[in-house]
T-cell receptor
Framework: EADIYQTPRYLVIGTGKKITLECSQTMGHDKMYWYQQDPGMELHLIHY???????EKGDLSSESTVSRIRTEHFPLTLESARPSHTSQYLC?????????????FGPGTRLTVL | DQQVKQNSPSLSVQEGRISILNCDYT??????FLWYKKYPAEGPTFLIS?????DKNEDGRFTVFLNKSAKHLSLHIVPSQPGDSAVYFCAASSTRAGNQFYFGTGTSLTVIP
């Protein structure tokens, strides 16, 4: 069973607030990912990491930032939340050689910005 | 512009029958494909994958077929069970083009007991 956790599961916050979405995995995977998904739409990769001190932007432009100081931790930060950031955010990790090897997903954080 | 398309947003199938979920892609550089299953309030879970060197991969009740000339893949579930009711996403990647990968919009499968 995959061990990847996301907190909070749900977050409702006002415009302009700084937020950090947490993601942790206990599988020792080098690769980690953040996706954004709106209802009925595809998952869009917004950030990924090959390992500690590695961060890359995905195919969907995002105003969020990420950091990877520890293998198990890959937090996503929004400096100033806006209603357009309302979405579901999914974190994932994998151990394969290629990025699209089997990924293990967390349960997601549903963010609502008022 | 969507590079991976799942044109059927939903599908209903009777228990015990075959479920066929379809996925089309536009980029001929894609060479690795996966299917994920997602239950409500949970993250997607990996189901089955296929490399472009194969045209079929089977795992228990799940079989994925790849038709490279048509840029089409399908997931067959036989026999379908009520527990298979979920949203199914296909994903495609190009290992030759900078490790890009894309997900489809998903098909919601309902298996009727």
């Amino acid at each position: 069973e995959a061990d990847i956790y996301q907190t909070p599961r749900y977050l409702v916050i006002g415009t302009g607030k700084k937020i950090t979405l947490e993601c942790s995995q206990t599988m020792g995977h080098d690769k980690m990912y953040w996706y954004q998904q709106d209802p009925g739409m595809e998952l869009h990769l917004i950030h990924y990491s090959y390992g500690v001190n590695s961060t890359e932007k995905g195919d969907l432009s995002s105003e969020s930032t990420v950091s990877r100081i520890r293998t198990e931790h890959f937090p996503l930060t929004l400096e100033s939340a806006r209603p357009s950031h309302t979405s579901q955010y999914l974190c994932a990790s994998s151990e394969g050689l290629v990025l699209l090897d089997e990924q293990f997903f967390g349960p997601g954080t549903r963010l609502t910005v008022l | 512009d969507q590079q991976v398309k799942q044109n059927s947003p939903s599908l209903s199938v009777q228990e015990g029958r075959i479920s066929i979920l379809n996925c089309d892609y536009t980029n001929s550089m894609f060479d690795y494909f996966l299917w994920y299953k997602k239950y409500p309030a949970e993250g997607p879970t990996f189901l089955i994958s296929i490399s472009s060197i194969k045209d079929k991969n089977e795992d228990g009740r799940f079989t994925v077929f790849l038709n490279k000339s048509a840029k089409h893949l399908s997931l067959h579930i036989v026999p379908s069970q009520p527990g298979d009711s979920a949203v199914y996403f296909c994903a495609a990647s190009s290992t030759r083009a900078g490790n890009q990968f894309y997900f489809g919009t998903g098909t919601s499968l309902t298996v009727i007991p």
